[in-house]
């Protein structure tokens, strides 16, 4: 019964497809129809197998992941749709799956806590005079430059 | 005047037992007061805490009622807050293309490993070195001098001075 509305529910996948590209979600035709890139990926000359065990992996990953609904401008899409076309991706969904993990990797910034602006808002504000002397208590009978420098290894 | 400040600098204004304790105060009001222009690596900044954080365990006995990050904190956003001084960031990223890998740097990283390759100076020297080198780039004038009491690039201030293009010294030799 469960494999059998799976399997209603997957045949519609190839029509789903544009909608689910648009949609920034799985593209099932990108799961289930590349028979060659799955064979290749666990190594399996004949295919048959390799395809089997590959799609069984990916209906898993299809459990496993969300589908964002996202809007885009016709030039964005368009300009996607040129990267696929000249077979960059595979597919749109691909292609966004892609770039949005690539801007990820590049922008660390977006994940890093308020540690910074904690730490400002723990320190006070103190007048040269007073850091002059903290700084005498502090760097007593040490150098800074030799402070610094070993701090540089 | 350009000047290109070393952390060691920044620091040494508010150790008075550091032998030129009263130079570096005295370079530093005059940047405060907008009688000179200086530049720092955001490097500088960790440097700061970094060393501030160190001492602190050393002297924590010493210091009073203030903990560890409120010491660093401290001076950090006194650092922050010096006017007219500018701090250099890493760059944009360079890509280093060696066979079919691609790595990609911020261009501060770049121009270390081009310095780096022909000084024989630390990493975070050559960091501040690469740093003051981008300064040069960015407000389109060489950096006049490069202000330090670290040891080891006073040592070889001849070479680095002319990889840097601009003089090495030390804020009583500023003065």
Known sequence: MVFGVLGAWLGCSRLCGVYSSFCLGIDFSEILFHEQDSAEALGDRRGTKGLCIRNVYNLVMVFMEEIITSRFSEELVKKVDQAVSRGHFKSRSEALRVIIEEYLKEHPELFLGDGVQELMAKAPVLRDEELEQIGSKLFKGISVAKLVAEGRG | M??????????????????????????????????????????????????????????????????????????????????????????????????????????????????????????????????????????????????????????????????????????????
Do not use: W
């Open chain 2, 2 to 175: 350009l000047l290109y400040l070393d952390t060691n600098i920044i620091l040494a204004r508010y150790a008075p037992d550091e032998p030129q304790h009263d130079e570096a105060k005295d370079l530093l009001n005059k940047i405060e007061e907008g009688e000179l222009s200086a530049v720092t690596s955001i490097l500088t900044l960790v440097e700061v805490v970094c060393a501030t954080s160190r001492a602190y365990e050393r002297f924590a006995d010493k210091v009073g009622s203030l903990g560890r990050e409120e010491v660093a904190g401290a001076f950090l956003r006194r650092v922050v807050n010096i006017r007219n001084l500018g701090f250099i960031p890493m760059g944009g990223e360079v890509s280093v293309n060696v066979m079919k890998r691609r790595v990609k740097l911020p261009a501060l990283f770049a121009m270390a490993l081009e310095m780096g390759s022909k000084t024989g100076v630390k990493t975070l020297d050559t960091l501040h070195l690469a740093s003051a080198s981008i300064a040069s780039r960015i407000y389109g004038h060489k950096i006049d001098c490069f202000v330090t009491l670290d040891e080891d690039i006073l040592k070889r201030r001849e070479d680095i001075s002319g990889l840097i293009e601009s003089r090495v010294l030390t804020p009583a030799e500023m003065v």
